[in-house]
């Protein structure tokens, strides 16, 4: 089954072209990096996969529907997710679970990442790695069946990483599917199923990690890729 469809999607922000003429499939079951530059457009993929935005040409589907049909079924963590202030853990993830119909029990879920002993705490004083932790925890309290994480592990340290990583493939073995995106080359390789390179709105590859760095490392393809499209693309222009 197909999770992700985007059909020649382009973005625009009045001059700016944030996708250009997008395709990406995501299939059931994959993990998927997403790989690009500041500003290549990773972000604004979310934002239309999420409903969060309109694409300006081209489609979008998700779980076979237009995004808003599918935002019950779909976690995420953002990069400008907020919390509240004076919350504990537990009550903020008691809360979220409510709009789901089937919502994971709240104590299960804070084990699940590794939060329970944190559970009574307010959300203020969690440390950046086990906020990231506690964002999950609100991604993965409806049982999505896709979660869109935006560098999810920026603010971990490589102990946290990997746990992270492994409840995130917990909840793949649950039968979710994730796309995700990071700038550490290192993480997608070793989480990936797939990794997708973007920039400037488009897509450059498309690969299992082991295609793309058959002859060099990842950092080196990632590099040669990106250069080669700044070169022939450069600032300001718009296509
Ligand atoms: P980063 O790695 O820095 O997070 P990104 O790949 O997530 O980057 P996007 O945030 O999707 O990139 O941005 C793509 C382009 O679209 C950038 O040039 C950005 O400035 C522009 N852009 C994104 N959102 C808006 C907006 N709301 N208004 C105007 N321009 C925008």
């Given at each position: 089954m197909t999770v992700i469809e985007m059909s020649a999607v382009t973005k625009?922000?009045?001059?700016?072209?944030?996708?250009?003429?997008l395709d990406l499939r995501v299939e059931r079951g994959e993990i998927v990096a997403l790989l690009g530059p500041n500003g290549a457009g990773k972000t604004t993929t979310f934002e239309l996969l999420l409903d969060l935005a309109r694409p300006t040409r081209g489609d979008v589907a998700v779980l076979g529907g237009a995004p808003a049909t599918a935002r019950g079924r779909v976690g995420a963590m953002l990069q400008s997710a907020g919390l509240p202030e004076q919350v504990t853990v537990r009550e903020l993830v008691r809360l979220v679970g409510r709009s789901y119909p089937a919502a994971v029990p709240t104590d299960e879920l804070l084990r699940r990442v590794s939060l329970h002993e944190r559970a009574s705490r307010?959300?203020?004083?969690?440390?950046g790695g086990e906020?990231?932790?506690?964002?999950?925890?609100?991604?993965?309290?409806?049982?999505?069946?896709?979660?869109?994480?935006?560098?999810p592990t920026a603010a971990m340290d490589v102990a946290?990483?990997?746990?992270?990583?492994?409840q995130a493939r917990t909840a793949v073995g649950h039968g979710a599917?994730?796309?995700?995106?990071?700038?550490?080359?290192?993480?997608?390789?070793?989480?990936?199923?797939?990794?997708?390179?973007?920039?400037?709105?488009?897509?450059l590859a498309d690969a299992p990690p082991a295609e793309l760095v058959a002859d060099d490392d990842l950092e080196a393809v990632f590099l040669a890729l990106t250069e080669e499209i700044s070169a022939a693309h450069p600032e300001g222009a718009l296509s």
């Open positions: 625009e922000y009045g001059a700016v072209r944030a996708l250009d003429g307010v959300v203020t004083s969690l440390s906020r990231q932790r506690l964002l999950l925890a609100m991604a993965l309290v409806g049982e999505p069946e896709l979660l869109l994480l935006d560098e946290s990483r990997r746990a992270f990583w492994a599917t994730i796309l995700f995106a990071t700038h550490d080359m290192a993480e997608a390789q070793g989480v990936a199923d797939r990794i997708l390179v973007m920039a400037r709105g488009r897509l």
